[in-house]
């Protein structure tokens, strides 16, 4: 068995070590034990230096993806996912022999980094992970917006140990918080799974939940299936209008739809809109590709946002995605304690004319 490479963070001897380990597959480490990123490049997509073309083999890569030179990709021979430990995210996952696939990525901001300093939000756009619920990023970080700054804009370490790869961000300094996510593809099948790991590591006791953000590009629509006892199918939960969804703050998408129990909506180009619910399962419908993210919904615990599991936030012109978004349940966090959430993401090709029969395909699978 080929053994990993470790992760040594907390000490500078420590951290000598750790350099040492990532020195052998080209990744520098700094004090805090995140990957120091490359020379960014000009913003702008460049085929050019790209390591991972379509034709790429089944295995473990890395080399340059669209300005970041750390990148990593991992293909079963079905799918590729391309990670990318300068940003902390899964950038794009894709049918392998494909250019590209259906996360969203923001080309002006290609080869470029997160603020280190929290001042200015970087929308790279790929897959990430954030603390629930974000009513209490005032309190614990001083600021409504952005995200805290570990969970968003830090480099994280990276450690491949065969065909699986993991990320490790630096611990937050507001949060006391480590994340881990461990990447991996399913043997032969169009599937990834991350599981992401939240690690106290220091500070007060904090109430949190994992919160997973998949930035999609603009869909044919989305769909989100309302659990058959949902709560969300009351009438009237607060202010907000309430069948089978709920509304977050703004007006109703007016594209929204519910039909036979399933709910659908495209993109708004004029304003931003974001609906929820408790379904443990999305789905995005392109062009040609269709995706599905799932993570099994756990009873009789508290979920964020007044017990949604699932969100989708759709975003005005002139940045063109949606966000399919996933939540964990709540959890008291001290100093060695930890919470894990598993996200499931398949990809498939379209078979069916009407995206909602192709959801319900999707789903049914």
């Known amino acids: 068995m080929r053994k990993p490479m470790m992760f040594f963070p907390n000490s500078a001897g420590a951290v000598l070590m750790f350099a040492a380990h990532l020195a052998l597959v080209g990744c520098a480490v700094d004090a805090t034990g995140g990957a120091k990123p490359p020379a960014s490049?000009?913003?702008?997509?460049?085929?050019?230096g790209d390591a991972f073309k379509a034709g790429g083999g089944a295995g473990v890569q890395r080399g340059a993806y669209h300005g970041w030179t750390d990148a990593v990709c991992v293909n079963n021979g079905k799918v590729a996912a391309v990670v990318v430990p300068s940003v902390?995210?899964?950038?794009?996952?894709?049918?392998?022999?494909?250019?590209?696939?259906?996360?969203?990525?923001?080309?002006?901001?290609?080869?470029?980094?997160?603020?280190?300093?929290?001042?200015?939000?970087?929308?790279?756009?790929?897959?990430?992970?954030?603390p629930a619920p974000e009513g209490e990023w005032p309190r614990v970080a001083g600021r409504k917006w952005h995200p805290p700054v570990a969970f968003d804009s830090l480099p994280c370490s990276v450690c491949i140990d065969g065909k699986v790869v993991m990320?490790?961000?630096?611990?937050?300094?507001?949060?006391?918080?480590?994340?881990?996510?461990?990447?991996?593809?399913?043997?032969?099948?169009?599937?990834?799974?991350?599981?992401?790991?939240?690690?106290?590591?220091?500070?007060?006791?904090?109430?949190?939940?994992?919160?997973?953000?998949?930035?999609?590009?603009?869909?044919?629509?989305?769909?989100?299936?309302?659990?058959?006892?949902?709560?969300?199918?009351?009438?009237?939960?607060?202010?907000?209008?309430?069948?089978?969804?709920?509304?977050?703050?703004?007006?109703?998408?007016?594209?929204?739809?519910?039909?036979?129990?399933?709910?659908?909506?495209?993109?708004?180009p004029k304003k931003s809109h974001k609906i929820g619910n408790d379904a443990d399962r999305l789905v995005w419908i392109g062009k040609s590709w269709a995706a599905k993210v799932e993570s099994a919904r756990v009873h009789g615990v508290e979920y964020p946002d007044h017990g949604r599991s699932a969100e989708v936030y759709t975003n005005p012109n002139p940045l063109e995605?949606?966000?399919?978004?996933?939540?964990?349940?709540?959890?008291?966090?001290?100093?060695?304690?930890?919470?894990?959430?598993?996200?499931?993401?398949?990809?498939?090709?379209?078979?069916?004319?009407?995206?909602?029969a192709e959801a319900r395909r999707i789903l049914a699978n």
């Not at 899964?90 to 080869?111: H, R, S, Y």
């Not at 043997?187 to 930035?215: C, D, F, H, L």
Request: no cysteine.
């Open 41 to 48: 490049r000009s913003a702008g997509w460049s085929r050019e």
């Open 88 to 130: 902390g995210r899964v950038m794009q996952f894709k049918f392998a022999g494909e250019d590209t696939g259906p996360f969203w990525e923001n080309a002006a901001l290609a080869g470029m980094h997160g603020d280190a300093r929290g001042r200015e939000w970087q929308n790279i756009g790929g897959d990430k992970s954030w």
């Open 167 to 268: 990320l490790v961000s630096p611990v937050d300094r507001d949060y006391g918080i480590r994340v881990r996510r461990r990447i991996e593809l399913a043997a032969n099948q169009p599937v990834m799974r991350i599981t992401t790991t939240y690690e106290k590591i220091s500070g007060p006791r904090r109430r949190v939940g994992i919160w997973v953000i998949s930035q999609f590009k603009d869909p044919v629509a989305v769909f989100v299936p309302v659990p058959a006892d949902s709560p969300f199918s009351s009438g009237q939960r607060g202010r907000e209008r309430s069948i089978g969804y709920e509304i977050r703050g703004g007006e109703e998408p007016p594209s929204l739809a519910h039909r036979d129990g399933l709910i659908s909506l495209t993109r708004d």
């Open 321 to 356: 995605y949606v966000e399919l978004e996933l939540l964990g349940p709540l959890r008291t966090l001290k100093p060695g304690g930890k919470i894990s959430r598993t996200v499931t993401y398949t990809l498939a090709h379209r078979t069916k004319s009407d995206p909602a």
